[in-house]
């Protein structure tokens, strides 16, 4: 039913609050993003606009489909989402959401749209409140995701690189535990306690420090 699948997606973006704060946890060159929309913003730099392209589409794209949408649409809405980051540039504030956070909000916000057209002739209410799009956050909020990113950043540091190498597969370039086994030549049950044991970890340093 679509009411379901709807509910189903929702509760699957739940998981982009890791997928973010990994992303800006690994990547070593956050304030470099953060400096490239500032400049996209400011000056509507396409240069800096091509390698944000470059570094987000992919990883938007790849979400998507994680979310169930297929390629056509995981496609057509990763360049929208790229679009709308280069009008609502000028927005970004790196005080507030790390680069990552907030390009993946508007990747969101932009699949929760996608819902609302395809539930046009459905049965459920496309202005049911848990799928509005999310207000902007307010300064404690903000401040609070910040620590929150402080501590995933520990956190993730601590991980064994065995572990951290297989998340990175599965959460950055979407692939299958099937596909990271064949990729890194690792029995499948391998693949999937590593991933496990990592997320166990991630969970327990959250609800230690938070």
Partial sequence: MPHLQAA?????????????????????????????????GAHK???????????????????LLRLG??????EELAQEVMIQLWRKAATFDRDKAAPA???FRIARNKRIDAFRRAAAASDFDPYDPNLLPEPETPPDDALNAVQREDILRQAVEQLPEEQ??????A??????????AERRDLPLGTVKSRIRLALEKLRAKLSDDI
């Fill in 8 to 40: 189903s997606a929702v509760t699957g973006m739940e998981r982009l609050a890791l997928t973010e704060a990994s992303e800006q946890e690994t990547s070593p060159d956050a304030a470099r993003l953060a400096a490239l929309i500032e400049a996209v």
């Fill in 45 to 63: 730099d396409k240069s800096a606009f091509a390698a944000l392209f470059d570094y987000f589409a992919p990883r938007v794209k790849s979400y």
């Fill in 69 to 74: 949408a297929d390629n056509g649409q995981a």
């Fill in 101 to 103: 956070t907030w390009v």
């Fill in 164 to 169: 951290l190498d297989l998340l990175r597969l």
């Fill in 171 to 180: 959460f950055f370039e979407g692939l299958t535990h099937v596909e990271i």
